[in-house]
């Protein structure tokens, strides 16, 4: 299994940039099959590092044998991201051991053989790395990751088509509308709430419309586009074609719209030039790109940009990371550009040198604090400020690096007697349900439930404060970045009145489906990711189309985002001066 993609959307912290596919099957997520309840066995061995691998394999049989009840044996998922933390960290016979594990512990199982193939190709072994691909192509005939190893270790000289080749190709009229068949059907066969935020009829008649537009002559590269209406109409920020990755590897630069724009109050202003220095200026509001206007452009892009219900800040914060990539999607891949410029009487005609065009271009609407979690003392203010720019941390993994940050941090605040903490959790993409809750810990005065007030077979129903727990005056700066467990945190902060909430919609809420499924169509062989399993928080009474809102309304304008002006912050901190 190459997890790379799947942890780009499941962790939001690595680029779809590999050719290599992830477990095909209905995968539910880390983030819903933790059963603390028990305990996690692969948290167990990741502090028995100091034995050799083969120690800690006897410490798992040890263990199953003696207290089978004990730990989560039985989750395959939890064992599979263990193997694969040695992978990557460059202990590939130490993750060989761990996936024969897997192998022997759910022999019916496809993706533990994929894995084992993968751990034996790490290792130079293609003979029983084929084996086990073959393996796991019968067990599971849609996984498509088993399929293209196989035929790259068979035919090693056989070149694959790259993202640039993909970009122009033209498939026949059928295979085009045979797919959009089969992703209709997939979406409504995969996703648990796929017709939550738009009628099956609408749904269907947006396919019928994109077959309708397709001839003999469509490339791959715009019926990618149209698929990408149809994904997006889901309305799940966890179901995509892997954000706009693989669109931007397809794209040829010299076709990319040659200027860096940023989308702010519904108006397209110009942040950076690139070669087209003297022709626009910075700042400038660009009203019209080859004569279509910005607000009719922006209403078809948002159409294909995947969203939680119907939140409209994390479109356009997306838009704002991936512009120069989506609007030559958008206009059908024009060769050269005009723009209007607000103020000016004639069109301009723009370079198309693209050299310098970053993408994704990198957000520094806020000043980046170093490192995912901080804790900084603003000095004479008794005020604190904890941003959170990560929920990323799994008990396979790392989470006792979070908790033991958030446990330093409060120890500190107590003895700074900090009277008000700033949690800033703007750009957080989400990650576990066991930081999100050992953090609430901390904040709230009075027991919680989280997934289940009455169910806590997975040790996410009644939760218990810290004694400690802070008892100042709290405030949330919250955006459109924030994805999937940060909506579960910010709704029971907003459930829990925990404290003041400043900023814009949130991209979530308490509603969420996640999850993975990675699947392929037959004829394009286009990847999509599907969720499928649903998340939600337990009698929050708020609604699910609608991201969590701030209690107070603050936005950077342009003028604050090219001077680097925090203006949400800056609003947290002189609210807390004015009300002190």
């Known amino acids: 299994m190459d997890i790379k993609p799947y942890l780009f959307l499941l962790l939001l912290c690595v680029a779809c940039n590999t050719n290599k596919a992830v477990e095909q ?39 199953k044998k003696e207290s089978p009840d004990a730990y989560n044996f039985e989750n395959e998922d939890e064992m599979t991201m263990y193997g694969y933390r040695h992978l990557w960290n460059n202990q590939p016979n130490d993750a060989l051991e761990i996936f024969k594990l897997i192998v022997e512990e759910f022999p019916n199982s496809s993706n533990p053989y994929d894995s084992l193939g993968e751990g034996y190709l790490a290792v130079g072994d293609s003979v029983l790395s084929l084996k086990n691909y073959e393996i796991s192509l019968k067990l599971n005939p849609d996984n498509f990751n088993a399929e293209d190893q196989i035929e790259r270790i068979k035919y ?71 698929c990408s209406e149809i994904i997006a109409n889901i309305n799940c920020s966890h179901t995509s074609m892997g954000s706009f990755f693989f669109e931007n590897e397809m794209l040829p630069n010299n076709l990319r719209f040659p200027v860096q724009t940023r989308l702010v109050d519904g108006k397209l ?11 626009v200026a910075v700042k400038g509001e660009i009203t019209h790109i080859n004569n ?85 003392i603003i000095k004479d203010d008794n005020t604190a400020i904890m941003t959170i720019y990560s929920f990323n941390y799994y008990p396979w993994n790392n989470l006792d690096e979070f908790q033991q940050f958030i446990d330093d941090s409060f120890k500190k605040i107590k003895e700074k007697q900090i009277e008000n903490l700033i949690i800033d959790v703007r750009f957080n993409g989400g990650g576990s349900p066991e930081s999100s809750i050992y953090l609430l810990k901390y904040l709230s005065k009075q027991p919680f439930a989280y997934f289940s007030e009455t169910d806590n077979s ?32 910010m709704a029971l902060v907003k459930k829990l009145n925990l404290g003041t909430i400043i900023g814009e919609e949130l991209g979530s809420n308490q509603f969420c489906t996640s999850g993975q499924t990675i699947l392929r169509l037959t004829n394009t062989k ?39 002006v925090d203006t949400v912050k800056e609003y947290a901190l002189k609210r807390i001066t004015t009300e002190n």
């Open 156 to 226: 090693p000289n056989r070149k694959p088509i790259s993202p640039k080749e993909k970009f122009h190709m033209v498939y026949t009229k059928n295979a085009y509308i045979e797919d959009l068949q089969q992703l209709g059907e997939k979406l409504l066969e995969v996703h648990p709430n796929a017709l939550k935020f738009i009628s099956e009829k609408d749904f269907w008649e947006t396919i019928e419309n994109k077959n309708s537009l397709i001839t003999e002559h469509t490339t791959f590269a715009e019926f990618a586009w149209h």
């Open 526 to 564: 286009l990847v999509y990711y599907v969720a499928n399993f649903t998340s939600k928080l337990a009698n929050t009474n708020l609604p699910d189309e609608k991201g969590i809102l701030p209690d107070h309304y603050v936005a950077q304008n342009i003028e604050d985002y090219l001077n680097e």
């Open 292 to 376: 279509v206007p910005v607000p009719q452009l922006i209403t078809d892009i948002y159409k294909h940009l995947q969203s939680q219900g119907h939140v409209e800040t994390s479109k356009r914060l997306d838009f704002n990371l991936w512009s120069t990539t989506i609007i030559p999607y958008a206009l059908n891949f024009p060769k050269s550009y005009q723009v209007k410029i607000k103020g000016e009487q004639l069109p301009i005609h723009l370079n198309m040198s693209s050299n310098e065009i970053k993408v994704p271009y990198r957000d520094n609407s806020i000043p980046f604090c170093g490192e995912d979690l901080c804790l900084e």
């Open 25 to 63: 099957d209905a995968q539910q997520d880390p983030l819903a099959t933790v059963n603390t309840s028990k305990k996690s066995i692969a948290q167990t061995l990741q502090a028995q590092e100091h034995l050799s691998i083969e120690e800690r394999i006897a410490l798992y049989r040890k263990l």
């Open 269 to 279: 202003y110009v942040i950076d030039a690139y070669s087209n220095k003297g022709k």
């Open 458 to 489: 997975k040790g996410y129903g009644m939760q218990q404060p810290f004694e400690n727990s802070f008892n100042g005056n709290l405030f949330f700066l919250i955006d459109g970045h924030g994805k999937s467990t940060t909506g579960h945190f």
